[in-house]
């Protein structure tokens, strides 16, 4: 395999709190040592439910936060610490599209301006002039180059998204983390801007951090998938691996959860978590899934699982007591009485 | 959607308009919808954002402001007809025989009182005669019922103190308070995660067959419709325009708008490599809805100009016994369409 574009090691991110009526100091512990690898022009999709750092995760990528430890490799090139002005350079080739279409763009600067801003920042003088680079890629992610100069409100959340996208397109970049960039959409404009972001995948040779909650929009668009729990990855493999044959049973649980439409009418394999997922600020020791897993035996509270491909399996699973492998996931296909 | 065919259903909507006026115009969020609905039965209104779906809702909840709303059509419940209720009237029935589970229950809860007073409240309005502690009891009984572990304990405290999917199983209880024939649940697990939407989407089923209540469920996820609903209405522009039972409208959709629906959204089972087929376009605008079918502009196989932009298809019965679509596409080129192009895209697939 050649060497990785980005390569995430131990990764971790503590927000200090005050907790209490003495306001006693703690931390969230939002991302508690990720490691994972991502190669050129390839998907790897974070999926998890609320509070399980996957948004975190993606802000370290591009250093808009600040990691407490761990390091971030890009291209070989360390870039965990480098100061802003270091960092400028690298920007071009490591961008984000964010999930809030409408917070994301200045409302009071035009598309145009918005698109080029990039460029404007780093220097670049496109060889065409700005303008005909910002009418490329307007045309690229499919809006109307003619609509350089109208403001953000003018556009429906859809194609607001597809300006940050062509924000994002502007420096080449090598990879793009994308976090949530369709959940706030409606469904048939959902699947506009997954078609527009795998067009251009192929176009441009990009590579994702797809960052999303909703498991089948990960499944579509990332051909490697990390399941997140409470700051760490539970279970990392290709797709298949993860969807079909899941080893974690956090992963059997979510994807089990999963209302479907093909489903209907059938009972299929139900597994149903009891409670919330806890506070990262307190934690449960050891396995952090140990408090709803059906599974969990007292190892579980003592020591807590590594992340490690298994029987020779490529998929790595952090449990104790995994499914086996190339066990596939049962659908019991009772009709409902 | 033989059930109960004999008797009328409990809720009967018909020809249901509402309009508002806006300084930008007259907005028509719904247009010409009629259901049945019988007790026990769940139905699942599905559109996206502005297609009338939650203005319906409210309408039969009364909970429209009528200075500046038009409501016309008949709305009944049990017999009653409700369009043209005085606010006093509306509200005795209000919480009694219609409840509505919310999508936030944190704003639609009260920050400032304690839970067991808000469902206490919700009782003795309905119960002048009932006691105080007759209705903490009942408050107690519910709360227990929709699986919030030491009720006592949690009678006392402020919703803040709940996480979001207790805080939605508060809501539900507090809708049962008065055990209503109809509940209305508009996005009720659209806020909450995966794990915690399969407990409440189990609950109210539960809930269901044990109190025997229609269920009205909004929502734009077609997943939880098919786990929750009976039947299926689609609402596109303030139109319905597909009626049927869950299997006919998601397994022989025959509204071009379905089909961009289900063929929009990823399958966790199919093939990832095949592409989505999205719909083109965005949503209409109710102040400027399209002449003719309001789909027509966003339709692969509209027949333009005549007769999908120049009129509106009525919502008609086809072959399947109870289901409805509004298309003037000949049924049988609707069946081939979905099967040769739709069908194995996205969760058609």
């Avoid at chain 1, 709190?17 to 790897?44: C, N, P, S, Y």
């Avoid at chain 2, 990823?266 to 095949?274: A, F, N, T, Y």
Wanted: net charge neutral; glycine share 8%; with cysteine.
């Amino acid at each position: 395999m050649t060497e990785a574009l980005l390569r995430v090691r131990g990764l971790t991110k503590h927000f200090a709190v005050r907790q209490g009526a003495i306001g006693a100091k703690a931390a969230v512990r939002a991302v508690d040592g990720l490691d994972f690898d991502v190669h050129a022009g390839e998907t790897l999709g974070l999926v998890g439910e609320s509070g399980c750092g996957k948004t975190t995760t993606g802000r370290m990528l591009v250093r808009l936060l600040e990691p407490t430890a761990g390091s971030i490799e890009f291209q070989g090139r360390d870039i965990t610490t480098l100061g802003r002005r270091a960092m400028r350079p690298l920007r071009q080739d490591l961008q984000i599209i964010f999930q809030d279409p409408y917070s994301s763009l200045n409302p009071r600067h035009t598309v145009g301006k918005i698109v080029a801003m990039p460029l404007e920042v780093n220097g670049i003088k496109p060889a065409g002039g700005v303008k005909a680079r910002v009418q490329e890629l307007l045309e690229l992610v499919g809006l109307n180059p003619e609509h350089y100069n109208r403001f953000p409100h003018e556009f429906s959340g859809g194609q607001r998204q597809r300006i940050g996208i062509a924000r994002a397109l502007a420096l080449r970049p090598k990879l793009i983390v994308a976090d949530e960039p369709v959940s706030a959409l409606d469904v048939s404009i959902q699947a506009q801007v997954v078609n527009l972001l795998r067009d251009l995948q192929r176009e441009l040779d990009l590579a994702f951090v797809f960052i999303a909650h909703d498991l089948a929009i990960v499944r579509h668009f990332s051909r490697r998938v990390a399941v997140m729990y409470l700051g760490k990855v539970v279970e990392i493999g290709d797709r298949a691996d993860i969807y079909e044959r899941p080893r974690h049973p956090y992963t059997k649980a979510l994807l089990s959860a999963v209302p479907d439409v093909t489903a209907f009418g059938e009972q299929r394999q139900r597994i149903r978590l009891t409670g919330d997922v806890p506070t990262p600020l307190n934690p449960p020791s050891g396995c952090r899934f140990r408090t709803r897993c059906w599974k969990a035996q007292d190892v579980c509270a003592s020591e807590e699982p590594p992340l490690v491909a298994r029987e020779g399996s490529g998929q790595q699973v952090a449990c104790h007591f995994p499914e086996p492998v190339g066990v596939v996931s049962e659908h019991v296909s009772e009709v409902a009485a | 959607m033989t059930h109960d065919a004999a008797s009328p259903p409990y809720l009967q909507v018909d020809d249901l308009r509402v309009r508002f006026s806006t300084a930008d115009g007259e907005v028509r969020a719904v247009d010409g919808v009629s259901f049945g609905l019988h007790r026990g039965r769940t139905l699942g209104i599905v559109g996206e954002s502005g297609s009338g779906k939650s203005v319906t809702s409210l309408a039969v909840m009364g909970l429209h402001d009528p200075a500046r709303t038009k409501i016309s059509g008949a709305i009944k419940l049990g017999g009653r007809e409700l369009v043209g209720l005085s606010d006093g009237e509306m509200r005795k029935l209000r919480g009694r025989d219609v409840a509505m589970i919310f999508q936030d229950p944190l704003s639609a809860l009260h920050p400032f009182y304690t839970v067991g007073r808000q469902l206490v409240e919700a009782y003795r309005t309905h119960h002048s005669d009932a006691s105080k502690a007759q209705a903490k009891q009942r408050a107690l009984d519910m709360l227990d019922r929709v699986g919030i572990p030491q009720p006592d304990r949690r009678f006392g405290q402020y919703p803040h103190e709940f996480s979001g999917g207790m805080r939605q199983r508060v809501m539900i209880a507090m809708s049962l308070m008065n055990d209503p024939a109809l509940l209305i649940a508009d996005e009720p697990t659209t806020a909450l995660d995966v794990t915690v939407q399969a407990q409440i989407l189990d609950l109210l089923a539960d809930l269901q067959r044990e109190f025997h209540s229609a269920i009205i469920l909004i929502t734009h996820d077609l997943g939880v419709v098919s786990q929750v609903a009976d039947e299926v209405l689609v609402m596109y522009g303030g139109r319905a325009v597909e009626h049927g039972t869950v299997a006919q409208v998601m397994r022989g959709p025959q509204h071009p708008y379905t089909w961009g629906l289900l063929a929009s959204i990823p399958s966790l089972h199919g093939d990832p490599e095949v592409d989505l087929k999205p719909i083109k376009g965005n949503p209409p605008s109710l102040i400027n809805v399209p002449a003719g079918c309001a789909f027509h502009p966003r339709c692969a196989y509209a027949m333009k100009p005549e007769p999908c932009a120049g009129q509106v298809p009525q919502l008609l019965a086809v072959q399947a016994d109870g289901h409805r679509v509004a298309c003037h596409l000949p049924e049988q080129q609707r069946i081939d369409t979905y099967t040769d192009e739709i069908a194995h895209v996205g969760v058609a697939q």
